[in-house]
């Protein structure tokens, strides 16, 4: 049973004159435990179809299963429920909340999750540790590094321990140094066996997956395990 | 939850410390005018109910004479023939007097306004606490008079006032009678003011007689009444007037008015109780809630604006896992809380201005428990109604947009524009609209200020004389050889204080005429002029008069020729001449027509002086001189007439003041609802600006572009604002039957007023954004 | 063309104070195809600033076409900016509520043409970049290589003698910044001056002169002749 299944998918948006699809009929089989990386020129459709996968979009057509579950079209409570303990999110642009600590915003999905003060502290904690972050726990996003702000906005996503990991083009604002460092990091929680989906275009980074997914005009173009 | 969510309130509204305080601020002001106009207008609504029966007390009036004075006699008649009067007394009124009460043995005086003359069932009435009393009831006899401890106690310091003896007077007569009782004073904010209480009982304690024919008078009084609990007034009205034998008192038909409506009441009675303007009071009205809705719409703006500031991170905690009712309760805390600093501030900021609502509102407002009660649930429901508008705000947001919408920072504007200009088209409305009044009413105020009289008012005194003074020529032949003295005459009656008026008997045509009773030189020391007609000769003294034009006008004569005055008595007086019309009044009133009787024997209770331009403080002084070696004991009473003129005007000169303060603030709230615009705009569209400069755009260009969306809106508040504020200045304009004229210009001022406030509060904020390094800008990106 | 002395600049926070250009001196001559390069935080991007007029330095002096430009006012930085300097960023900077015709007739507005001059511009540059399909579109509708190709058409569209391009292909995939790349050299060939600033080697391949920064220093400098990157 595979983890992520997508059949026959398709995104349009329709004007006045015209429906523009950016997916067409997509379809796509992930596994628990696989490192995928999504590629494709600008435009391509990546960054929905990780939406889609994320249930922060809905295909127009198609089914979506997670874990056997239909999903396609979720209540809004089952997707909260969904994004509090199934999935964690990274993004190009860190987006950590810039009125919080690192701590209070590494501390977030735990609080929403309703988990009582003693059990976040210890969480949070964890985390902290494991980032080599406990010395910054107070400081604010704006005080940090891109790298540092991105190890933040990692640690908060896998605070409350989600099964799957979606970046979105996690190096996108970054140093190569720095880019390598996350990619390092990533490779490590899919070892140590979070499901991760990243959309990148950069094809040295792409290579730290174990299949690579070429997107075109919204069709899978080709689908291989990495060299 | 609720910890996570105040700390991130508060650094939030930390963080935009001016807009926070802007807004907040601006809330404040708004909410604190609109407490210190709910004050006034419950004190206003609430006089007269400090008296504790003052739901069942009504006062008696004839609907026909429109007068509540009424033949005394009518007091026996109701207090035993009708079971459902639980008790009436009768008030008369001697305020317009100025009596002096003398204690004998230590002969201290002191001048009180206020004196009633009633029996007493007054006290249980009108609930009046008694401190002390002589016997059981409060009046023990017929000499007896009550005083309240506060006259007591200017009279008698610490020592007991009961038992002593008072002297009532002033130039014309002396009463006495002896203090029985002591009561508190009665409630401040009362229609009617009553500082020492006469036994009506004393026919002597009676002033108001009316003679039909030389011996056949009787008193009148106005009568109360404090009905039963749970009658019902207007049946009890009609079985008044089909039981009682109107003719034999002389009344037309019966009429009850409650004692709650007397003061607010449209109804013109004579009468002799404090009047507040109903009008003016809706007005009032009015402004607090255009205030509010200013207030709350700035308020309103601040929270959505702030909603979309923070549309990126509702993404964020959505992609984390935040439910639909999470992200409400955040939002609604935040609301919540904006909203109690902001009431919090509006409490301190009206409390400090409370002294200062004599000025406002013409009257002190004392903070009472019923105040309180009828302004908290008006008070708690506005604030109810800003907190939920507020809270519906994100529900609308988070119902239009995706997640993805939020984290990719689509702004989608045009919908939210459209409510955005909406409110601030209001805004400008009704500011323009506020400042147009103003200037309407200072326009009118001006008018009637400076305007011709018809007489000459410049430097031109009234002395009071009394009547008991014989000498009046002496006195007037000494003050004309004074150098700065120009001319002199007297008078009975001028211009301001008309104290006869008569019918003029002419039948279907029958009219109502003032009479100024005049002496030599009258025309010309006012500066009057013969229109027609001839100069007056000494044989005309009390035989002959002239008219003015509105009253020739009236009567309806061609010609003057042969025409006489009929008043009813020996035949009348012949008019020999026309005078120029001249106000007696103030411009409410048209021009009414006026008799003027030639008299100098009579006429001696009112001299007017013209003086030369010069120090008129020294001038009076030196006139001082000269009255006091004829009247030593006697103060001079004077004033001027363009002064006396000018102070008919009080009430609209407060009425001027307040609302151009209340003006003042709704300006203030839509500057500051711009100004709040404006940075928020300036603030997201800092990229745009940095990429026009980057290529090429001069800060002329900048600010033109950021200007250009307001002054439209500035227009269409105009067109709106406009036709209103026209249409409400003439309704005003109408009390008056002499106005000035509403110009276009006005309109004009006013819209051009607004305009330079919108670019100026424009400009001053996008300035700093348009002069920026375009390289602050997209580092900003 | 371009000629700095000892250029320096200095930011100032209320705890910090960074060094960002330290006595940078160098010399571009009409035509060239510059390349500044060096890693993340070095001052590539300032340099380029206040070579573009955006920005004054501290210190130094700076000459454009002869004249020293380095102390002018904002004011009259915009002047000698119109019509002379295009400019092409990595976010592409475009104005999000207008169209992509109106995006590219921006500087044209600001040079006060009338319309039908502004419109044969306009066309002719967005022929030039094959976008005249998508004019009236607004930018959230076309994809990046789409967007960064209208901004380089905004930047060439009153045919200015300099170009300054700041990491031009950041935010595109290699098919579309390889396409962005050879427009830069076509216009260079044409005539243009370009300096670009990249921490891309690929790019900078394209240019005839690579100064590379370090810590707000120049380290080296490269003349290199162009190749077409493989």
């Not at chain 2, 009617?192 to 004393?202: C, G, H, P, Q, Y």
């Not at chain 2, 607010?264 to 009008?279: I, V």
């Not at chain 3, 169209?99 to 500087?107: A, D, G, H, K």
């Not at chain 3, 994809?143 to 003698?161: L, M």
Request: hydrophobic content about 40%; charged content about 20%.
């Amino acid at each position: 049973m595979s983890m992520i299944s997508l059949r026959h998918i398709y995104k349009y948006y329709d004007s006045k004159f015209q429906r523009t699809f950016v997916l067409k009929d997509i379809d796509l089989e992930i596994q628990e435990g696989e490192f995928v990386t999504i590629m494709g020129p600008s435009g391509a459709g990546k960054s929905t179809l990780l939406n889609i996968v994320g249930m922060l979009d809905e295909p127009s057509e198609g089914e979506y299963f997670f874990i056997d579950q239909h999903v396609t079209k979720l209540s809004e409570k089952k997707k909260v429920e969904f994004h509090r303990n199934y999935v964690g999110f990274i993004f190009q642009a860190f987006h950590l909340i810039d009125e919080l600590t690192v701590y209070e915003n590494i501390e977030t999905p735990l609080v929403y999750k309703g988990m009582k003060v003693s059990d976040r502290k210890s969480v949070v904690a964890d985390m902290l540790d494991r980032f080599n972050m406990v010395a910054k726990k107070d400081l604010f996003p704006a005080q940090l590094s891109g790298g540092q702000q991105q190890l933040v906005a990692i640690a908060r996503a896998i605070a409350g321990k989600p099964k799957l990991l979606l970046a979105d083009e996690p190096t996108g604002n970054l140093h190569s140094d720095q880019g390598k460092q996350i990619m390092e990091l990533l490779k490590n929680l899919n070892g140590e066996g979070i499901t991760i989906i990243q959309v990148t275009h950069n094809e040295e980074f792409a290579k730290y997956g174990s299949r690579i997914i070429r997107l075109a005009d919204g069709l899978i173009s080709s689908d291989s395990k990495t060299k | 939850m609720i910890l996570h969510n105040l700390k991130l309130t508060f650094r939030n509204l930390l963080k935009n410390k001016l807009y926070t305080t802007l807004i907040i601020g601006g809330f404040s002001i708004g909410f604190a005018a609109f407490i210190l106009i709910g004050l006034f207008y419950f004190t206003e609504k609430n006089v007269n109910s400090g008296f504790s029966n003052h739901r069942q007390i009504y006062r008696l009036y004839d609907v026909k004479k429109n007068s509540c004075n009424i033949n005394y006699t009518l007091n026996s008649v109701l207090a035993t023939d009708y079971p459902e009067i639980k008790n009436t007394c009768p008030m008369e009124y001697y305020g317009n007097f100025v009596l002096t009460a003398k204690d004998e043995q230590a002969t201290t005086s002191t001048e009180v306004g206020n004196i009633i003359s009633t029996n007493n069932n007054f006290f249980d009435i009108f609930s009046v606490d008694i401190v002390e009393k002589l016997s059981t009831m409060p009046f023990d006899g017929k000499e007896s008079l009550v005083i309240t401890e506060s006259v007591a106690k200017r009279l008698f310091k610490n020592k007991n006032a009961i038992g002593q003896t008072l002297d009532i007077g002033n130039t014309y007569f002396t009463k006495s009678g002896k203090i029985s009782a002591i009561i508190k004073n009665l409630p401040e904010n009362s229609s009617f003011k009553a500082e020492v209480i006469l036994n009506s009982d004393n026919e002597n304690f009676r002033m108001s007689k009316y003679c039909k024919k030389d011996n056949d008078c009787y008193n009148l009084t106005n009568h109360y009444i404090q009905l039963n609990e749970g009658t019902d007034d207007k049946n009890f009205t009609s079985r008044l007037n089909s039981t009682i034998n109107l003719n034999q008192f002389e009344v037309g038909q019966l009429g009850l008015q409650k004692l709650d409506d007397i003061y607010l009441s449209s109804l013109a009675l004579q009468e002799s109780h404090n009047k507040g303007s109903a009008r003016l009071l809706n007005i009032f009205l009015a402004i607090a809630v255009l205030i509010l809705l200013l207030s709350s719409i700035n308020y309103l703006n601040y929270t959505v604006s702030m909603q979309y500031a923070k549309l990126k991170t509702i993404g964020i905690n959505k992609t984390n896992g935040a439910d639909w009712r999470q992200l409400i309760a955040y939002s609604f805390t935040e609301v919540s809380l904006g909203t109690v600093i902001s009431v919090i501030l509006s409490f301190i900021i009206a409390f400090l201005l409370l002294p200062y609502s004599e000025i406002l509102f013409g009257k002190a407002i004392h903070i009472e428990m019923s105040l309180i009660s009828n302004l908290l649930p008006v008070l708690g429901t506005a604030i109810l109604f800003v907190i939920l508008l507020n809270s519906l705000a994100p529900f609308y947001l988070l119902s239009r947009f995706k997640v993805t919408d939020f984290l990719s920072g689509i702004r989608k504007r045009n919908g939210r524009q459209i409510g955005k200009q909406a409110m601030l088209t209001f805004q400008l409305a009704t500011s323009i609209a506020l400042v147009a009044s103003v200037l309407c009413v200072f326009k009118q105020l001006n008018f009637v200020k400076n305007a011709d009289l018809g007489f000459d008012k410049e430097s031109m005194v009234r002395i009071d004389v009394p009547y008991t003074f014989k000498k009046q020529d002496a006195l007037r032949q000494e003050i004309n050889k004074l150098p700065f003295v120009s001319k002199s005459a007297f008078s009975n009656g001028c211009p301001g204080h008309i104290s006869m008026r008569m019918g003029t008997n002419t039948g279907s045509n029958d009219f109502i005429v003032s009479i100024i009773t005049i002496g030599d030189k009258y025309l010309e020391t006012m500066g009057i002029h013969l229109i027609n007609g001839r100069e007056f000769l000494k044989s005309d003294v009390n035989k002959a008069c002239y008219l003015n034009e509105a009253a020739v006008k009236r009567y309806g004569f061609e010609s003057i020729k042969g025409q006489r005055f009929n008043n009813g008595k020996d035949g009348g007086y012949e008019i020999i001449g026309v005078t120029n019309d001249f106000h007696i009044s103030s411009f409410y009133n048209a021009i009414e027509p006026v008799v003027l009787i030639y008299n100098p024997d009579v006429a001696t209770s009112i001299l007017s002086v013209k003086l030369m331009p010069g120090n008129i403080g020294q001038f009076i002084d030196k006139i001082k001189k000269v009255w006091k070696e004829f009247l030593p004991y006697e103060t001079m009473s004077f004033t001027f007439y363009d002064e006396q003129f000018q102070a008919m005007y009080n009430k609209d000169d407060r009425m001027a003041k307040s609302i151009t303060f209340f003006s003042l603030v709704a300006i203030i709230l839509t500057c500051m609802g711009i100004l709040a615009q404006i940075f928020l705009i300036s603030l997201y569209r800092t990229k745009e600006i940095g990429i026009r400069k980057v290529n090429g755009a001069k800060l002329t260009e900048i600010l033109t572009l950021l200007n250009k969306d307001f002054i439209i809106n500035v227009f269409i508040a105009f067109v709106v604002a406009t036709p209103i504020a026209f249409y409400a200045m003439n309704r005003w304009l109408q009390s008056f039957a002499f106005k000035t004229e509403l110009n276009w210009w006005v309109f004009a001022i006013a819209g051009l007023i607004a305009m330079l406030i919108v670019m100026v509060t424009v400009s001053w904020q996008s300035w700093r954004a348009a002069t920026r390094n375009p390289v602050e800008a997209l580092r900003y990106e | 063309m371009i000629k700095t002395n000892n250029l320096t600049k200095v930011f100032r926070t209320e705890e910090i104070e960074t060094t960002a250009l330290n006595n940078v001196s160098l010399h571009i001559k009409q035509g060239e195809f510059v390349a500044i390069m060096g890693p993340s935080g070095c001052g590539k991007s300032t340099l380029l600033n206040i070579v573009g007029l955006l920005d004054n330095p501290t210190g130094g002096e700076y000459y454009f076409d002869g004249k020293e430009v380095g102390q002018l006012k904002e004011r009259n930085r915009t002047m000698l900016r119109k019509g002379n300097i295009g400019f092409v960023f990595q976010s592409f900077n475009l104005i999000d509520e207008l169209t992509v015709y109106e995006n590219v007739e921006l500087p044209l507005i600001y040079l006060k043409l009338k319309t039908r001059e502004r419109r044969d511009m306009v066309e002719k540059v967005l022929d030039q970049m094959k976008i005249n399909h998508r004019k009236k579109h607004f930018p959230q509708q076309l994809s990046g290589g789409q967007q960064q190709r209208v901004a380089v058409a905004r930047a060439v569209v009153a045919g200015p003698k300099l170009i300054l391009a700041d990491e031009p292909t950041g935010n595109l995939d290699s098919k579309n910044g390889i396409e962005v790349m050879n427009l830069l050299t076509d216009l260079n060939r044409a005539g243009t001056t370009i300096v670009m600033v990249t921490h891309s080697m690929r790019d900078a391949g394209y240019a005839h002169r690579v100064i590379n920064l370090f810590d707000g220093q120049i380290i080296t400098e490269s003349s290199q002749v162009a190749e077409a990157f493989v």
